[in-house]
């Protein structure tokens, strides 16, 4: 039995491309090392918080010895105030697709994995003052101005989804959902992979994000927040990564270490249900695992 039967992969071909979404902390990484160790390929990151070379504790990148067990691609490949997309992201994995090595592409960023197995349209690039603008207003200010089509097809939550959206009609004149009617072959279609959706039950992730966070600040989380604190730019996405700005807060003295890792873990439990709800309602043609009775 290899490694990895227990979540139904026992007749896995080793020359299939897998895919592994998720929510945060429902093991997605565990399982896509033991699929690289069993059978050899590529771990590509698809998380957009993992991208960011300033962190790797508070993040939940692998660590240096679980790279070291098997090649790893896209982790902590890009500076804090570079702007980074979707389309950066495909750009960059269409090559490694093409590699020798059979990739197993990991994380929980579903927009990334849509790019992918959908295809993804060439938007041109927002302009520095219209995006400096957006900086300025609120989400729901926005989302106002965002058509309903676009509304519908993106995490109206999500800040930074909502702002993309507001910029690309502000910039081109054409609505994201316009610009997604004129989308490409995808890069990768979801029948010539193996596609999982790790469907973490609530309470069982509850449990794992509280216990993870623990780890996190064992482990060096408030380090790394010490290291980059003179650089904060609230704008930049990658100080808005979870858990993040209060464990800025905590250094800066504003929050007790206490409240600080209560609201990182709230925090962290609700982005988990916003993922959770956006690959079952995104991904119903993927294979869903729970992962709490495979454990």
């Not at 290899?2 to 897998?18: E, I, N």
């Not at 699929?35 to 991208?51: K, L, P, R, T, V």
Request: net charge positive; with cysteine; hydrophobic share 45%.
């Amino acid at each position: 039995m290899t490694p990895f039967a227990k979540f139904g992969l026992d007749d896995l071909s080793p020359r299939q491309p897998v895919l592994i979404a998720g929510p945060t902390a429902s093991g997605k990484s565990a399982l896509a090392l033991a699929i690289a160790q069993a059978q050899g390929g590529i771990i590509i990151n698809a998380d957009a918080s993992q991208i960011y070379n300033c962190w790797r504790v508070i993040t939940a990148c692998p660590s240096a010895s679980e790279e070291a067990r098997a090649p790893h691609a896209l982790y902590r490949h890009v500076s804090y105030d570079a702007p980074y997309s979707a389309g950066h992201w495909l750009r960059e994995v269409v090559p490694l697709l093409k590699e020798a090595q059979r990739p197993i592409i990991v994380g929980g960023t579903g927009l990334y994995f849509s790019a992918l197995t959908q295809g993804l349209a060439e938007i041109p690039a927002t302009p520095t003052e219209i995006r400096a603008l957006g900086d300025t207003l609120t989400r729901e200010a926005m989302l106002s101005e965002v058509d309903t089509q676009t509304q519908a097809r993106i995490d109206v939550l999500n800040r930074a989804r909502v702002q993309r959206a507001w910029e690309v009609q502000r910039a081109t004149g054409m609505s994201l959902a316009q610009w997604h009617a004129r989308t490409p072959p995808p890069a990768l279609p979801p029948d010539a992979a193996k596609c999982i959706v790790m469907d973490a039950p609530k309470d069982w992730l509850n449990a794992r994000i509280a216990r993870r966070f623990e780890l996190m600040m064992q482990a060096g989380a408030m380090e790394e927040i010490a290291a980059m604190a003179h650089l904060h730019d609230p704008a930049l996405p990658a100080w808005r990564a979870i858990g993040v700005p209060e464990l800025l807060a905590l250094h800066k003295g504003e929050m007790t270490q206490q409240d600080a890792i209560e609201r990182a873990v709230i925090a962290t439990r609700q982005y988990a249900k916003r993922q959770r709800t956006w690959f079952r309602s995104k991904m119903k043609d993927w294979h869903h695992f729970n992962p709490r009775e495979m454990s």
